[in-house]
Protein backbone atom coordinates (compact mmCIF):
# COMPACT_ATOMS: atom_id res chain seq x y z
CA UNK A 1 0.00 0.00 0.00
CA UNK A 2 1.49 3.70 -0.90
CA UNK A 3 1.89 5.71 1.61
CA UNK A 4 1.88 10.05 1.47
CA UNK A 5 5.79 9.68 0.93
CA UNK A 6 5.66 8.02 -2.06
CA UNK A 7 2.88 9.14 -4.67
CA UNK A 8 3.14 10.78 -7.45
CA UNK A 9 3.66 14.62 -8.08
CA UNK A 10 0.51 15.52 -9.38
CA UNK A 11 -1.45 13.96 -6.88
CA UNK A 12 0.94 16.62 -4.54
CA UNK A 13 -0.58 19.68 -6.31
CA UNK A 14 -4.15 18.08 -6.52
CA UNK A 15 -4.35 17.09 -2.93
CA UNK A 16 -2.75 20.66 -1.76
CA UNK A 17 -5.69 22.01 -4.28
CA UNK A 18 -8.48 20.68 -2.65
CA UNK A 19 -6.75 20.83 1.43
CA UNK A 20 -6.50 24.45 0.71
CA UNK A 21 -10.10 24.96 0.47
CA UNK A 22 -11.03 23.12 3.54
CA UNK A 23 -12.04 25.71 6.64
CA UNK A 24 -9.67 26.64 8.19
CA UNK A 25 -10.05 24.85 11.27
CA UNK A 26 -9.06 22.07 9.68
CA UNK A 27 -6.38 23.10 7.62
CA UNK A 28 -5.26 24.08 11.25
CA UNK A 29 -5.19 20.21 11.92
CA UNK A 30 -2.63 19.40 9.48
CA UNK A 31 1.11 20.05 11.07
CA UNK A 32 2.96 22.30 8.87
CA UNK A 33 5.55 20.40 8.10
CA UNK A 34 3.27 18.25 6.42
CA UNK A 35 2.25 20.87 4.19
CA UNK A 36 5.41 21.81 3.52
CA UNK A 37 6.11 17.96 2.53
CA UNK A 38 2.89 18.68 0.04
CA UNK A 39 4.20 22.00 -1.52
CA UNK A 40 7.90 20.77 -1.58
CA UNK A 41 6.70 17.73 -3.93
CA UNK A 42 4.31 19.14 -6.34
CA UNK A 43 4.51 19.46 -10.07
CA UNK A 44 3.94 23.17 -10.37
CA UNK A 45 3.41 22.26 -14.15
CA UNK A 46 0.45 20.71 -13.23
CA UNK A 47 -2.71 22.46 -13.64
CA UNK A 48 -5.89 21.40 -11.27
CA UNK A 49 -9.15 22.79 -12.19
CA UNK A 50 -12.42 23.11 -10.40
CA UNK A 51 -14.25 21.29 -12.99
CA UNK A 52 -11.41 18.54 -12.64
CA UNK A 53 -12.15 18.22 -8.56
CA UNK A 54 -15.96 18.73 -9.51
CA UNK A 55 -15.84 15.68 -11.26
CA UNK A 56 -13.34 13.64 -9.60
CA UNK A 57 -10.97 13.62 -12.40
CA UNK A 58 -8.59 13.52 -10.17
CA UNK A 59 -5.35 10.36 -9.65
CA UNK A 60 -5.58 7.69 -7.68
CA UNK A 61 -2.83 8.81 -5.49
CA UNK A 62 -4.48 12.09 -4.83
CA UNK A 63 -7.06 9.79 -3.33
CA UNK A 64 -5.02 7.85 -1.41
CA UNK A 65 -3.23 11.83 -0.50
CA UNK A 66 -6.63 12.78 0.91
CA UNK A 67 -7.05 9.61 2.93
CA UNK A 68 -4.36 9.58 4.98
CA UNK A 69 -3.98 13.51 5.75
CA UNK A 70 -7.80 13.05 6.84
CA UNK A 71 -7.79 9.79 8.85
CA UNK A 72 -4.50 11.01 10.35
CA UNK A 73 -4.86 15.09 11.15
CA UNK A 74 -8.93 15.42 10.51
CA UNK A 75 -11.19 12.77 11.22
CA UNK A 76 -12.40 12.96 15.07
CA UNK A 77 -11.65 9.88 17.27
CA UNK A 78 -15.12 8.43 16.17
CA UNK A 79 -14.32 8.64 12.49
CA UNK A 80 -10.83 6.82 13.19
CA UNK A 81 -12.18 4.06 14.88
CA UNK A 82 -14.93 3.66 12.07
CA UNK A 83 -12.28 4.11 9.44
CA UNK A 84 -9.82 1.65 11.56
CA UNK A 85 -12.79 -0.95 11.84
CA UNK A 86 -13.42 -1.03 8.19
CA UNK A 87 -9.63 -1.30 7.02
CA UNK A 88 -9.91 -4.04 9.63
CA UNK A 89 -12.38 -6.12 7.75
CA UNK A 90 -11.44 -4.84 4.48
CA UNK A 91 -8.08 -6.92 5.30
CA UNK A 92 -9.66 -9.88 6.59
CA UNK A 93 -11.50 -10.26 2.88
CA UNK A 94 -7.99 -9.80 1.43
CA UNK A 95 -6.53 -12.58 3.21
CA UNK A 96 -9.82 -15.09 2.99
CA UNK A 97 -9.23 -14.43 -0.71
CA UNK A 98 -6.47 -14.89 -0.88
CA UNK A 99 -6.18 -18.28 1.24
CA UNK A 100 -9.28 -19.82 -0.77
CA UNK A 101 -7.31 -18.44 -3.98
CA UNK A 102 -3.70 -20.58 -2.15
CA UNK A 103 -5.06 -22.72 -0.38
CA UNK A 104 -1.98 -24.43 1.32
CA UNK A 105 -4.12 -27.84 1.66
CA UNK A 106 -4.91 -27.74 -2.01
CA UNK A 107 -1.55 -26.69 -2.98
CA UNK A 108 -0.16 -30.20 -4.15
CA UNK A 109 -3.86 -31.74 -5.30
CA UNK A 110 -3.79 -32.11 -9.25
CA UNK A 111 -6.42 -30.08 -11.46
CA UNK A 112 -8.96 -32.98 -12.40
CA UNK A 113 -10.00 -32.47 -16.55
Do not use: C
Not at 83 to 100: C, D, F, L, P
Request: no cysteine; glycine share 0%.
Amino acid sequence: MKDLYHLHPKAYTEGYQILDMLPQENKDKIPEKIWDFIKKNMDVNHEVTFEDIYKNNLLEDTNILLAIVYKQYIATEEEKKIIKAKEKSVERRKQKEAYEKYNPNDIFKKEKK
